[in-house]
């Protein structure tokens, strides 16, 4: 068992990997979620180096993909490992053993346990995690920023005019076309980044450790994604575009509360929709005395007039 906040880095150096397949992350004294060993290894040796590098001074609690809460009878106590001599009936599956019947509880095995788990936190459509996940993890990294003084960004993305794709072709190829803008977007961000579908046909990110500008970058290549990955498609989908609102906070300190941040990102969000969509406005905040807020520069914007600000 590691604590939450041990590197990655560190949480492998103190296992042998070969032989442990699971690792328990706990939190003072509680259990707060279990992580495959082999997910940690896949992460620490990214192709990238600058994520390689990231990765490796993430706490063991970036890495879990679902956190378990405590009950309120095991808060009382720290988590201890122990055995107890009990009779307990196995119940078999064809991948082996599922769980253990004992007198008075029942154990399951953790591969049970996490396809339930997987089940309720991914969206069936797009298999992103879904806004319950995402408004945890963002919760999670507001505190991290503020912890290690890094900035932090987030980024509401919404399918323009998607309602006609389900109306004209059904919502079958809608959720086809969901799907592949989600791949699409996913490309465009780095590994650590989290990205979720919010709901209904707009999606959400969390990006952090940016540097003044460097958004910009990855919604460019996000806005001419899209285009060029549909006029390519088998089905003659009409042109889809996104309409992408995104904060930068620098000094996340200022802003403590989730829903500032996804407010501010709403923001900019409708500014795009009213700039007639297919384009990105940002507000990039060193301070709450210096703000900057503007619209990307971006080829499929390039004919829309970007010169106005907030």
């Known amino acids: 068992m590691v604590p939450a906040d041990t590197c990655l880095r560190d949480v492998v150096k103190r296992i042998d ?5 699971h690792i328990l992350v706990e939190s003072e004294g509680q259990l707060i979620g279990i992580v495959e060993t082999e997910l940690i290894l896949r992460r620490l040796n990214a192709d990238n180096l600058v994520e390689r590098k990231r990765w490796e001074k993430m706490p063991a609690e970036a890495a879990l993909q679902w956190k378990i809460s405590p009950s309120d009878a095991a808060s009382t106590g720290a988590t201890k490992l122990r055995t107890i001599p009990t009779t307990c009936t196995a119940v078999e599956c064809e991948d082996g053993i599922s769980a253990l019947v004992s007198d008075d509880d029942v154990f399951v095995s953790w591969q049970v346990v996490r396809k339930s788990l997987s089940d309720a936190m991914t969206d069936t459509v797009t298999s992103l995690p879904n806004r319950q996940i995402f408004e945890r993890r963002l919760v999670e990294e507001i505190g991290r920023a503020s912890r290690d ?4 960004a987030v980024i509401l993305l919404d399918v323009d005019k998607f309602k006609e794709v389900n109306d004209i072709y059904g919502h079958c190829v809608g959720d086809v076309a969901l799907h592949s803008i989600a791949n699409q977007i996913r490309t465009q961000l780095r590994s650590y980044d ?5 709901g209904g046909d707009e999606f959400a ?5 940016c540097t003044p500008g460097d958004i910009d970058i990855p919604i460019a290549r996000i806005l001419d994604g899209i285009k060029s990955n549909f006029a390519r498609t088998a089905v003659a989908l009409p042109p889809l575009s996104l309409s992408i609102g995104a904060v930068v906070v620098h000094s996340i300190s200022e802003f403590d509360r989730a829903e500032d941040l996804i407010e501010l990102a709403d923001m900019c969000l409708y500014r795009s929709k009213d700039n007639g969509r297919d384009c990105a406005f940002k507000l990039e905040i060193e301070s709450t005395s210096r703000q900057n807020s503007r619209p990307v520069q971006v080829l499929s914007a390039s004919e829309k007039d970007l010169t106005k600000s907030l």
Do not use: D, E, F, N
């Not at 990997?17 to 397949?21: A, E, G, H, I, W």
């Not at 003084?149 to 932090?152: D, E, K, P």
């Not at 989290?194 to 919010?198: I, N, P, Q």
């Not at 990110?205 to 450790?209: N, P, R, V």
């Open 205 to 209: 990110a969390i990006c952090s450790g």
């Open 17 to 21: 990997t070969s032989k442990v397949s």
């Open 194 to 198: 989290v990205l979720a579908r919010y």
């Open 149 to 152: 003084q890094h900035s932090m």
